[in-house]
């Protein structure tokens, strides 16, 4: 929300969604693991496949423990930018 604010817009709507994103967490890893996992080993090897399996793991656990989540912000740009250092 700050990002926005500091390039000049300001949020008229804002949406918490990070009870779905826990539940599309795990069917995203049910689809690499079940749906995904040979065609990505076959390209480019199992330890790809490994770490893909593991990062996507590191979401899910963050999402189930409340920890990552995601929301909607939608703003309405109403002045220039303010300067900022990222």
Not at 36 to 42: E, P, Q
Not at 57 to 64: I, L, P, Q, S
């Amino acid at each position: 929300m700050q990002l926005l604010k500091k390039t000049g817009f300001k949020v008229t709507e804002k949406e918490d969604l990070s009870e779905d994103f826990a539940r599309h967490c795990h069917i995203y890893q049910e689809i690499l693991r079940n749906k995904l996992k040979d065609g990505i080993v076959k390209q480019y090897g199992i330890e790809m496949f490994e770490k893909a399996d593991d990062g996507l793991g590191m979401w899910v656990r963050a999402a189930d423990e409340g920890k990552a989540g995601r929301g909607r912000l939608i703003g309405r740009k109403t002045s220039r930018p303010t300067q900022f250092s990222v």
